[in-house]
């Protein structure tokens, strides 16, 4: 993560409890090398497991990343670096108009039994995903649905 992106997120990462007065253990690794982790882990699609030793330990960096998931914080992050992105394009912080479109992909068997379905036209089995973007193309939602959902439902 560059020193640019850094000083965008940091000030929306919480106060651990022991800087803010509430008492507690300090934190043993930096909130930016936990980013990072989380950072490599989604560009990369490895396992937790296969975390480098560059980074903190991986049970550390889950802790974190589900905590963090647990109280929003991601969603919170996504939302006002998107709003930051339609603001430096010189546009409304919220879109005004968006756009949906949905992908089917053959589902593994570690896809769980509520987002997959059976798919008569390929014969196999898969999970339908659907997206929707504002006009800059920025993510606004993704929802994976069986593939038995029809694209006007899962849309909806």
């Known amino acids: 993560m560059s020193d640019a992106e ?15 007065g509430r008492g507690g253990r300090p934190e043993g690794y930096c909130h930016r090398q936990m980013i990072d982790a989380v950072r490599y882990l989604v560009d990369n699609g490895n396992k937790w497991r296969a ?3 560059d980074f903190p330990p991986w049970p550390r960096v889950y802790a974190f990343f589900a905590r963090w998931r647990g109280t929003g ?8 670096l998107r709003e930051a992105v339609r603001a430096g ?9 968006g756009i949906v479109d949905s ?15 059976f798919d008569a036209g390929r014969r196999s089995t898969v999970a339908s995903g659907h997206l929707l973007t504002d006009t800059l193309g920025l993510p606004l939602a993704v929802l994976v649905t069986p593939a038995s959902v029809t694209d006007r439902d899962g849309e909806a």
Not at 6 to 20: C, E
Not at 106 to 115: I, M, Q, R
């Open 51 to 53: 975390l480098p030793a």
């Open 103 to 117: 992908q089917s992909v053959k589902a593994d068997a570690t896809v769980t039994f509520g987002s997959r379905g």
């Open 89 to 97: 394009e010189g546009r409304g912080t919220e879109p005004s108009a």
């Open 73 to 80: 914080l991601f969603t919170e992050l996504h939302n006002r």
């Open 6 to 20: 850094w000083a965008v997120v940091k000030d929306l990462l919480p106060v651990p409890g022991w800087l803010s």
